[in-house]
């Protein structure tokens, strides 16, 4: 029987290897044959669930979409923590949103909780307390799937600088942020949500068809974007297998000037975050993705940016915490100077 592995962020037909996570199409003869290679496989169903492999009857004559995560000293976050970079939990977002309230609140800020997780925690979202639709919006999400903690480092880092920026910048800029979607799989070190859901795949242009937190989100965006000329960009911060890039559209996606638009964030990235140094991968994504609902429906500027989510402690780059955080002040440098 064949079976094709792809890039779930590319979805091209090609055998490769995913820089987000392994997914295949496979028939069910073939899960059946080699279960023994798809132990961590989670199945997509009907409902836009992703169940494992053992909670399913798998019918042999049937294609199934698999998605196969990898984790990490799965739940013993101290052992995870010994060798790799501090996983970033979601005591330690509140932690650091309460830290940073009265800084927030001078600078016109408040931080929200916009509704509840599925194991009823917090979603919060960091946003101006009077929104002015004509200034220039930023927009960033934090932490779609839950094991990808590095990206909420990065998100400090960028949240750092803003709080440092001149009255400028805070004359002209302000900022949506929900850094993080799915607390729960964070809590749980998943990529899904407690219903099993894949919230970067959870997204609709009709929000009544998005699902769980990202619904909530999305609800909660939707009458920002109703200004959407003065989005000037939309970051979705990840964390990837091994490499550092930015996820973009191909330039027939929508139109050359678009893709020349992304390019130049990019190239523009290189110059301040060499862990980047100026590496993307085009992919049009799936059709429920936030990046691609924001490009493809609101016409916004979006990107994924990716940063290995497991680093060792003890790496040959000297990567550490303090560097994640400055790849967020690098993307502050970057909007600030674009936009």
């Not at 992304?262 to 991968?281: E, M, P, S, T, V």
Request: glycine residues 6%; contains cysteine; hydrophobic residues 35%.
């Amino acid at each position: 029987m064949k079976y094709t592995i792809m890039a779930i962020c590319l979805l091209t037909g090609s055998i490769t290897f995913g820089e987000c996570i392994k997914e295949l199409e496979i028939s069910g003869f073939e899960l059946l044959q080699k279960s023994y290679k798809f132990k961590t496989a989670h199945i997509e169903t009907s409902d836009n669930k992703f169940v494992k492999l053992t909670d399913l009857n798998i019918n042999s004559i049937q294609l199934y979409k698999v998605q196969i995560p990898e984790h990490k000293f799965l739940g013993d976050f101290s052992r995870y923590n010994r060798k790799y970079i501090d996983y970033y939990r979601y005591s330690r977002m509140g932690k650091f949103l309460a830290e940073n309230n009265n800084k927030f609140q001078n600078l016109g800020y408040e931080t929200t909780i916009v509704g509840k997780s599925i194991e009823n925690r917090n979603l919060y979202a960091l946003k101006p307390t009077s929104f002015d639709p004509n200034k220039k919006t930023i927009v960033m999400f934090g932490r779609h799937h839950g094991d990808e903690g590095t990206a909420n480092w990065i998100i400090e880092g960028f949240i750092n600088k803003f709080l440092k920026a001149n009255e400028t910048f805070h004359t002209e800029f302000q900022l949506i942020l929900y850094p993080m979607v799915n607390p729960d799989g964070a809590e749980a070190q998943s990529r899904y949500n407690e219903n099993g859901r894949d919230l970067n795949r959870s997204w609709s242009f009709d929000v009544a068809k998005s699902y769980d937190e990202a619904k909530i989100i999305h609800k909660d965006l939707k009458p920002y974007l109703k200004n959407r000329k003065n989005i000037v960009a939309v970051l979705d911060m990840h964390g990837s297998f091994s490499e550092d890039f930015i996820y973009r559209v191909e330039d027939d996606f929508i139109n050359r000037d678009f893709y020349n638009h992304q390019q130049n964030f990019i190239d523009q990235l290189a110059r301040y975050d060499l862990w980047q140094g100026g590496n993307y991968k085009l992919s049009n994504g799936h059709p429920k993705m936030a990046r691609i609902v924001m490009v493809k429906n609101y016409g916004l500027h979006a990107l994924t940016h990716e940063t290995p989510r497991d680093i060792k402690k003890n790496n040959s780059k000297s990567r550490n915490k303090t560097s994640l955080m400055q790849q967020g002040e690098a993307v502050f440098d970057v909007l600030n100077d674009l936009y």
